[in-house]
């Protein structure tokens, strides 16, 4: 699975040159549902989908903090192209918790993406001979549209006891389906997939808690924190999109029965200071947090529950914060808000999109609170 090694400064210039192309094609990604399949290619062709991985495996190892400020250039072009970056790269990690069969098998390719989706409650997988069949749907797969391969989380009983696993399966091996009726991120694909009765091989199945075959900084960070860090990170970018095309237009706008520039009034004025304020807050704080877990797992210490649950909160606080932002752009827009041929109503729906994510619940709060007033958190962190 060896692949070309590139340096972080080519990383960066490629992230640049990609995400002109991604603004470029923004309105297409939007209409149809996906990264256009050409443009996808590209990605995969220069490592973009591989940038978490460790090079054992063919990927770039770049540390994290540095996949988030690429992640960064591609979410300021378009939401959804950065939704799919962090969402195919985290689940990229798992590559040392599946079995070296499966790896090599999966990322031989090149163009290898393994895409991912929370299980229907009919989700079921037997064990029988060598392997298990399985059985059900899986909704929210994002990137499907560019993945090769899906990995199906289903409950498996042994010995009276329920325990989750992930199945892996070839695509062109399961049902596609068309069901992703949404106003917001819909370029990122997140359409839905079923089996029935399909036998899955032992090789091909890992525990998603497992612990990894190698270790290294990324994969000492929980999962869900991986995940949480970086859907933060794209939204605090669409909000920093937002607040742009908002003064973009305060600058050449007129308000009906007014005299002057939308950004002449003072009211303008400090409304922006405002939300850059708080905007800003919010990035530092997670900033802050994330930095502290990284420096943390670079120097092979254990995580505190105090870390975790700190960097738990900035990235939830992150997401709700920069959905306040998008709303505070979007009203000073005025009516040309409410016109597709402003990019401000896609941000405005993708971030409402992104707050509904189990990463920006508020219940993530609770558990902040819990370990405020010395109880024992309670959540996902």
């Given at each position: 699975m060896a692949?070309?090694?590139?340096?972080?400064?080519?990383?960066?210039?490629?992230?640049?040159?990609?995400?002109?192309?991604?603004?470029?094609?923004?309105?297409?990604?939007?209409?149809?549902?996906?990264?256009?399949?050409?443009?996808?290619?590209?990605?995969?062709?220069?490592?973009?989908?591989?940038?978490?991985?460790?090079?054992?495996?063919?990927?770039?190892q770049l540390e994290h903090p540095d996949f988030l400020k690429i992640l960064e250039i591609f979410a300021d072009a378009d939401g959804s192209t950065g939704w799919c970056i962090n969402q195919n790269n985290v689940h990229a990690t798992n590559i040392m918790r599946m079995t070296p069969e499966a790896a090599k098998e999966i990322y031989s390719d090149d163009h290898a993406v393994v895409t991912n989706g929370p299980p229907t409650s009919a989700v079921k997988?037997?064990?029988?001979?060598?392997?298990?069949?399985?059985?059900?749907?899986?909704?929210?797969?994002?990137?499907?549209?560019h993945a090769t391969w899906v990995a199906a989380r289903a409950p498996i009983v042994r010995d009276g006891l329920e325990e989750y696993r992930i199945l892996l399966i070839p695509k062109d091996e399961v049902t596609f389906?068309?069901?992703?009726?949404?106003?917001?991120?819909?370029g990122t694909a997140s359409f839905s997939f079923?089996?029935?009765?399909?036998?899955?091989?032992?090789?091909?199945?890992?525990?998603?808690?497992?612990i990894p075959r190698e270790e290294g900084p990324v994969f000492s960070i929980p999962t869900t924190l991986l995940f949480a860090t970086g859907f933060s990170t794209?939204?605090?970018?669409?909000?920093?999109?937002?607040?742009?095309?908002?003064?973009d237009l305060a600058g050449s706008?007129?308000?009906?029965?007014?005299?002057?520039?939308?950004?002449?009034?003072?009211?303008?004025?400090?409304?922006?200071?405002?939300?850059?304020?708080?905007?800003?807050?919010?990035?530092?704080?997670?900033?802050?947090?994330?930095?502290?877990?990284?420096?943390?797992?670079?120097?092979?210490?254990?995580?505190?529950?105090?870390?975790?649950v700190m960097l738990r909160l900035a990235a939830?606080?992150?997401?709700?914060?920069?959905?306040?932002?998008?709303?505070?752009?979007?009203?000073?827009?005025?009516?040309?808000?409410?016109?597709?041929?402003?990019?401000?109503?896609?941000?405005?729906?993708?971030?409402?999109?992104?707050?509904?994510?189990?990463?920006?619940?508020?219940?993530h709060f609770e558990t902040a609170g819990q370990f405020f007033m010395g109880m024992d958190p309670e959540g996902n962190f």
């Open positions: 692949t070309t090694q590139y340096s972080l400064e080519y990383y960066f210039d490629a992230a640049h040159e990609l995400a002109d192309k991604v603004a470029a094609r923004a309105d297409q990604i939007d209409e149809q549902r996906q990264i256009p399949a050409e443009l996808a290619a590209e990605l995969a062709d220069k490592g973009f989908f591989r940038l978490l991985q460790p090079r054992s495996s063919g990927g770039a997988a037997v064990p029988c001979d060598a392997g298990y069949r399985l059985s059900g749907r899986w909704n929210f797969s994002s990137g499907i549209t389906v068309d069901f992703w009726p949404v106003h917001g991120l819909r079923e089996v029935d009765d399909l036998f899955v091989p032992e090789h091909r199945v890992y525990d998603p808690s497992g794209v939204a605090l970018s669409i909000a920093k999109a937002s607040l742009d095309i908002a003064m706008k007129v308000p009906g029965r007014a005299t002057r520039l939308l950004k002449d009034e003072t009211t303008t004025q400090r409304i922006i200071g405002e939300a850059e304020a708080v905007r800003l807050s919010a990035k530092a704080f997670l900033k802050e947090a994330h930095g502290s877990v990284w420096e943390t797992v670079t120097g092979k210490e254990p995580l505190t529950t105090e870390k975790r939830t606080f992150g997401i709700q914060k920069a959905k306040e932002v998008v709303d505070t752009a979007y009203n000073l827009c005025g009516s040309n808000a409410i016109l597709d041929t402003n990019p401000i109503l896609r941000r405005f729906q993708d971030i409402h999109v992104v707050s509904q994510h189990i990463q920006g619940r508020s219940t």
